[in-house]
C-alpha cells in the first residue's frame, strides 16, 4: 500500500486521536514522527511499527520550527492538549481558565507560525484537532471552548495566508462533536457533567447512539485527507455516526 503521506509529524501522539492516527500511517507505510510530553507513552508506541520515531517535547515549549526543519512533513497533525480543570469559570483562577490558552492554543499559533515563515513543505497537509465545545461552548470547563475555537481560526488563518504565498498547504480543523471516548479528557469531563445533571456517567455517554473512539476518530481524519477523496479544506464535524463540513 503506497501512503498518500511520505512524512508525519503529529504533535500529541503520545495517547488518543494522536496516537490511534500514528498507528494507522504507519501500517500505510508513512514516517511518523510521534511528539508527546511523556516518554513512556513514546516508549510503547514505538513498538507497534518501525515507522514510527518518537520524540519527547511540549508542542507549546518553542519546538515548532526546529521540529518542522528536522522532520520537513508533509502532513503536520496537531492533536496535543491537556485536559481542563472542571467547573464553573466563576470557581477558578485565571491560570486554571486559560490553561488551554497556554497549551493547544499555544502549540497551534507556533506551528502554524512556523509553517508559513519556514515554510512547511509545499502542497503539504495540516489537520488541527478542536472540540465540539468550540461550537456550542463548554460550561464547565473554563476558558476551554473559547482556547478550541481560536485553534479554528488559526488553521483558517494559515489557509489564507498559504494561498497567498503560493504555498499550497492543504488545512483542515476536525472537530469531534461528542466526547472521544476512553480518553481521559472524555473520562473527567464526562464524569462532571454527568453529576451536573444528576446521572452516571453511563448514562450520560448514553446520548450517543454510537461511542465515537480515538480509532474511529482516527480512520475518519484518514478519510477526510486521503488526497484521492479531494474533499474540501475547511472545519469538519465528526461523530461516531457521521462526517460533515462545518460553514
Keep these: 500500500m503506497t501512503p ?8 500529541g501522539a503520545g495517547r488518543g ?3 490511534a492516527l500514528a498507528e494507522k500511517l504507519a501500517i500505510a507505510g508513512s514516517k511518523v514522527t510521534a511528539v508527546s510530553r511523556t516518554q513512556s507513552d513514546l516508549d510503547t508506541l514505538e513498538t507497534q511499527s518501525p515507522n514510527i520515531s518518537g520524540i519527547v517535547g511540549d508542542g507549546a515549549s518553542g519546538i515548532a520550527c526546529d521540529l518542522l526543519d528536522q522532520v520537513k512533513p508533509d502532513l503536520l497533525v496537531l492533536a496535543g492538549g491537556i485536559t481542563p480543570k472542571m467547573g464553573s469559570f466563576h470557581l477558578q ?3 486554571d481558565f486559560s490553561a488551554t490558552w497556554s497549551s493547544d492554543t499555544r502549540t497551534t499559533f507556533e506551528f502554524l507560525k512556523a509553517a508559513l515563515q519556514m515554510p512547511m513543505k509545499r502542497n503539504g497537509t495540516i489537520v488541527t484537532l478542536s472540540s465540539g465545545a ?3 461552548g463548554s460550561l464547565l470547563s473554563g476558558g476551554y471552548a473559547g482556547a478550541k ?6 488553521t483558517n488563518y494559515t489557509s489564507r495566508e498559504a494561498e497567498k504565498l503560493g504555498l499550497g498547504l492543504r488545512c483542515f480543523t476536525v472537530y469531534p462533536k461528542q466526547f472521544i471516548a476512553g480518553t481521559q479528557t472524555a473520562n473527567i469531563a464526562s464524569n462532571a457533567y454527568a453529576d451536573a445533571q444528576g446521572v ?7 446520548q450517543w447512539d454510537q461511542q465515537l473512539s480515538p480509532e474511529l476518530l482516527a480512520d475518519r481524519i484518514i478519510d477526510l485527507i486521503e488526497l484521492e477523496t479531494a474533499n474540501a479544506t475547511g472545519a469538519w464535524g465528526v461523530t461516531g455516526t457521521t462526517m460533515e463540513p462545518i460553514d
Design 200 to 206: 452516571s456517567q453511563e448514562e450520560f455517554m448514553s
Design 17 to 19: 486521536t494522536g496516537r
Design 4 to 11: 498518500d503521506f511520505q512524512s508525519a509529524l503529529i504533535v
Design 134 to 136: 468550540a461550537i456550542s
Design 93 to 95: 483562577d485565571w491560570e
Design 149 to 154: 475555537r481560536m485553534q479554528h481560526y488559526l
